[in-house]
């Protein structure tokens, strides 16, 4: 190994440690290592030696390529661990400071409302159905006892479809819920064919052309169907007032039913619930008839019309049952004080945040049905 070339090994290494940066530690790489770099000509030198030449000079080579390709590692990694310490120093972290905040997203009164629904109902024992909001008119209406030309069906503002219906007719945007109680008897008697009890709300949307501060075209509707052997007015009064009393969490709710008439029930009953005027607001509670009270119109009800049980396959000198459909928009609006039902419609995400709820506290009935029972 000649002096000149421990000397440059020498000199790169001094100069290696006056490097002040990643860049100027590449330039001496290159110099000594890269394709024309001094030790890579001396490398390239063994290949015209004489394999005794060879032998002799080859591990001096070799061992001068390791040293600078070690000492270049090591002051790379010097250089880097420097720069991450200065970095650390001067960098600084607030944990204090505010997040930034992401969207949340809220649930809407009309789901909060359908959930405790379902809870309380689920409650009694009953189930939830369900049917299609694209409905034949034989459900929606001629198989309720409203068949064609029946006054009733003019009541309802429908939205018709140009399409004929399976059973003739015409297909509609259903107008109320209660197709889903033919639909849940004729699957009771197919599943049954002698009959068997049913248990059932059932939640969704219903349709009319219709719109104003009470009405919206789109809305939606509970509707609720009892059937056994022996159900009487009786069952149907004390399964409202038990809703009611669980949905607006007081036991101060006094009900009055008024006779009144839908094709689907007889006898039909209407059911108002007595209120109080406070500050100028309805605050439910109390008989309607006490002085400062008033009735309010709630839901409409009644027993089933033999000729919707027989309709829908059922013998109804076997079985009875009571029916009953209620406005969710309408209990949300008075369970918890908004006054325009378009709103609940508009989209307008303002007044999701101020009347959602949040997807940890529902639903929020603080006490289930017969908690105080
Ligand atoms: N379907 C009726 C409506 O939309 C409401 C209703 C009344 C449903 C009486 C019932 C009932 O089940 O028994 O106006």
């Known amino acids: 190994m000649s002096t000149e070339n421990t000397q ?10 006056d490097a002040a940066d990643a860049d100027a530690v590449e330039a001496i790489r290159i110099e000594a290592l890269g394709k024309q770099g001094w030790i890579s000509a001396l490398l390239k030198t063994l290949g015209k030696m004489t394999p005794e030449e060879r032998q002799e000079q080859a591990p001096a080579i070799q061992a001068m390529r390791a040293q600078v390709a070690d000492a270049i590692a090591a002051r790379k990694a010097e250089l880097e661990a420097a720069e991450l ?34 809870e309380i109902f689920a409650d009694l024992g009953f189930a939830v159905a369900t049917g299609p909001e694209i409905e034949d008119d034989w459900y929606n209406f001629s198989a309720l006892n409203m068949p064609e030309s029946h006054p009733a069906r003019a009541m309802h503002d429908t939205f018709y479809f140009p399409d004929t219906a399976p059973k003739g007719g015409k297909m509609l945007l259903r107008t109320h819920t209660s197709p889903v109680q ?9 599943r049954n ?10 939640p969704g949307r219903v349709y009319r052309s219709d719109s104003d501060a009470t009405h919206t075209p789109m809305f939606h509707q509970v509707e609720g169907l009892v059937i056994d052997k022996d159900i009487h007015l009786g069952h149907l ?26 094709p689907f029930t007889e006898p039909s009953v209407e059911v108002d619930v007595g209120f109080e005027i406070v500050d100028g607001k309805r605050v439910l509670g109390g008989s309607g008839d006490a002085p ?10 009644g027993m089933v019309n033999r000729r919707v049980i027989e309709m829908s396959g059922l013998d109804p000198d076997e079985w009875q049952g009571f029916a009953f459909g209620v406005g969710v928009d309408r209990l ?16 307008d995400t ?3 945040n101020h009347y959602g709820f949040s997807h940890l506290d529902q639903p929020t009935l603080s006490a289930g049905v017969g908690a105080k029972a």
């Not at 440059?8 to 440690?17: F, G, N």
């Not at 997203?105 to 405790?116: W, Y």
């Open 237 to 262: 009064k004390w399964t409202l007032e038990t809703f009611l009393k669980a949905f607006f969490e007081t036991e101060d709710i006094v009900l009055r039913l008024r006779p009144s008439y839908f």
């Open 8 to 17: 440059k090994v020498t000199e790169t290494l001094a100069r290696l440690a």
């Open 350 to 352: 303002r007044w999701l």
């Open 332 to 347: 949300a609006m008075l369970k918890y004080g908004m006054d325009d039902l378009r709103a609940f419609f508009d989209g």
């Open 193 to 202: 064919p002698g009959g068997a009890p049913v248990r059932i709300i059932a």
């Open 182 to 190: 033919v639909r849940t008897m004729l699957d009771t008697v197919k």
């Open 292 to 301: 400062g009270h008033g009735w309010m119109e709630l839901l409409g009800s």
């Open 85 to 118: 310490e200065a970095r650390l120093a001067t960098e600084t972290l607030d944990l204090t400071l505010p997040a930034p905040t992401s969207p949340k997203g809220s649930v809407h009164p009309v789901s909060q409302v359908m959930d405790e629904l379902a």
